[in-house]
């Protein structure tokens, strides 16, 4: 059973609206850094949005600022990706990952300790 799960994937059409769910049954993601990845096909996965475990800043990529909203829920040990006015380009599996503290930047990078199984996201009309 892979460490951390995601949920709240589907099919929604263009301007709609989804919520992402990441879950972790074995440890507390709240001393983790957190982020949200996507890789669409034939692409690169790429970094969405992250949550520090320090002090709460988030980071988001160009792509989705001002879209898309990482949040923790402490007493759930669950992690959000609210995500709106989705796009067409916005398609693709997303996965969360959990990382030590103080990794977490506007870099977005990817190599992350532990990773969910991912839930595909596909905005179409």
């Known amino acids: 059973q892979l460490p951390l799960v995601e949920s709240g994937g589907g099919l929604v059409q263009p301007g709609g609206s989804l919520r992402l769910s990441c879950a972790a049954s074995?440890?507390?993601?709240?001393?983790?850094?957190i982020g949200w990845f996507r890789q669409a096909p034939g692409k690169e996965r790429e970094g969405v949005s992250c949550i520090s475990s320090s002090n709460g800043n988030t980071y988001h990529a160009d792509s989705v600022k001002g879209r898309f909203t990482i949040s923790r829920d402490k007493a759930k040990n669950t992690v959000y990706l609210q995500m709106n006015s989705l796009k067409p380009e916005d398609t693709a599996v997303y996965y969360c990952?959990?990382?030590?503290?103080?990794?977490?930047?506007?870099?977005?990078?990817?190599?992350?300790?532990?990773w969910g199984q991912g839930t595909q996201v596909t905005v179409s009309s």
């Open positions: 990952a959990a990382v030590r503290p103080y990794y977490c930047s506007d870099s977005l990078n990817l190599e992350y300790d532990y």
């Open positions: 074995k440890f507390t993601l709240d001393y983790y850094d």
